[in-house]
């Protein structure tokens, strides 16, 4: 199975950060990949697939980028409601794994 | 709207079993790919499995041979059946709706239920 591995763990920002979360698949998954954010006590919430394709809806102070075995999760500027954890998931084949997730704080 | 709503969770002894529904509205649960993903108390996600449109499914290693994906249009409901249930089994438990088309992304979750607790303890 295809292993993604997301760093760092966690972090914290400022209000207006500009912040960067990286995922790293075990082998090349061309650009199967989609991030998601869930604040707690509520499901994932899908922010972007095909690495860089934005959900409708989504805010576009983030943005994804990536191909092959590293991605990222970009937000351009960190607002208040943006404290969750993100997860990113790969479905390039079954099965489709998830990162282990960063949780983001405002500091 | 598209609406997800889980129900069937609860206490279960290490070898039992349950069922989850996943009742939809808002759109045909025969007519999409449907996902089941867990999350384990440490906070985890894990996908468990998928069926498409067309009755095929998919399932994780950790629960092939146990846990058996299966919908009823009447009933525009989708369901896990979970047997020889095990501790680590224990989580919340999604159904999901996902992206659908003749892309790649078409198994992409897009649209979750809240959720449904499974505990497995004796």
């Known amino acids: 199975a295809i292993q993604l591995t997301q760093s760092p763990s966690s972090l914290s920002a400022s209000v207006g950060d500009r912040v960067t979360i990286t995922c790293r698949a075990s082998?090349?998954?061309?650009?199967?990949l989609a991030w998601y954010q869930q604040k707690p006590g509520k499901p994932p919430n899908l922010l972007i697939y095909?690495?860089?394709t934005l959900q409708g809806g989504v805010p576009s102070r983030f943005s994804g980028s990536g191909s092959g075995t590293y991605f990222t999760l970009t937000i351009s500027s960190l607002q208040p409601e943006d404290p969750a954890t993100y997860y990113c998931?790969?479905?390039?084949?079954?099965?489709?794994?998830f990162g282990q997730g960063t949780r983001l704080e405002i500091k | 709207e598209v609406q997800l709503e889980e129900s069937g969770g609860g206490l279960v002894q290490p070898g039992g079993f349950l069922r989850l529904s996943c009742a939809v509205s808002?759109?045909?649960?025969?007519?999409?790919?449907m996902n089941w993903v867990r999350q384990t108390p440490g906070g985890g996600l894990e996908w468990l499995s998928i069926?498409?449109?067309?009755?095929?499914?998919f399932y994780a290693d950790s629960v092939k041979g146990r846990f058996t994906i299966s919908r009823d249009a009447s009933r525009n409901t989708l369901y896990l059946q979970m047997n020889s249930l095990r501790p680590e089994d224990t989580a919340v438990y999604f159904c999901?709706?996902?992206?659908?088309?003749?892309?790649?992304?078409?198994?992409?979750?897009?649209?979750w239920g809240q959720g449904t607790l499974v505990t497995v303890s004796s």
């Open positions: 999901a709706r996902a992206r659908g088309g003749n892309a790649a992304h078409k198994t992409v979750s897009e649209s």
């Open positions: 069926i498409y449109s067309d009755g095929r499914t």
């Open positions: 998931q790969h479905f390039n084949s079954y099965p489709h794994t």
């Open positions: 808002g759109f045909t649960v025969t007519n999409n790919f």
């Open positions: 095909d690495a860089s």
């Open positions: 082998q090349d998954i061309s650009n199967a």
